[in-house]
């Protein structure tokens, strides 16, 4: 019986040391991964939508519009130029790929041009899927039409359509979803009259 506590209370003593360490570890290591995420961000959004000066995020009523309504957008941002004028917009979104959520930033100018599309944060396959971050795929979308949606096509990228990743039909099919969700939340605000800075 005395073996039996001795073993319980090294055990316990042991889990108390290991779970102080990995919260110690935590919020040690919280500050810079939330630093890290800011910065990729910030670089999309200069990546897809370069025109812009500086970027003001849309928040409150005009926010919960954009998401309860063109799912799977969940961030949206007005570019502005030096003036503080809007020139576009950029959206991020998380649609389902193959191996789960993929973020997906998008920019679209006033013009109604898609100005530039990047894949963050996935869990694709890699050497299938996890070709959506190589410029070859992405770069398909600069210069699509935001007056209709993208399409995917497991051929060749005609007029408004992207060539598909061989053999991720899947995850470019999701990213494609992402970048119309997108469309669809500019038109909306054109629609609308856009939005006030």
């Keep these: 019986m005395k073996d039996i506590l001795k073993t319980g209370l090294i055990l316990l003593v042991i889990c108390v040391i290991a779970a102080l360490g990995l919260g110690l570890t935590n919020e040690v290591t919280k500050g810079p991964i ?10 999309a959004k200069k990546e897809v939508l370069p025109d812009a000066a500086s970027y003001a995020d849309i928040t409150g009523e005009d926010l919960e519009s954009i998401v309860s309504q063109f799912n799977p957008v969940t961030e949206a941002y007005m570019g502005l130029d030096a003036s503080g004028n809007t020139i576009g917009y950029v959206f991020k979104s998380t649609p389902t790929g193959f191996g789960g959520n993929v973020e997906v930033v998008t920019g679209i100018s006033n013009d109604g041009t898609v100005t530039g599309l990047r894949v963050g944060s996935h869990n694709e396959t890699p050497g299938l899927g996890a070709k959506a971050k190589d410029a070859d795929f992405y770069e398909q979308y600069a210069g699509k039409s935001a007056l209709d949606q993208i399409g995917v096509s497991k051929t060749s990228s005609d007029g408004n359509d992207i060539q598909a990743i061989t053999g991720a039909t899947i995850s470019s099919a999701a990213i494609t979803n992402g970048a119309n969700a997108s469309i669809d939340a500019f038109n909306w605000i054109i629609e609308n009259g856009g939005l006030e800075n």
Aim: without cysteine; charged residues 30%.
């Design 34 to 43: 939330a630093e890290q995420r800011f910065l990729a961000n910030e670089q």
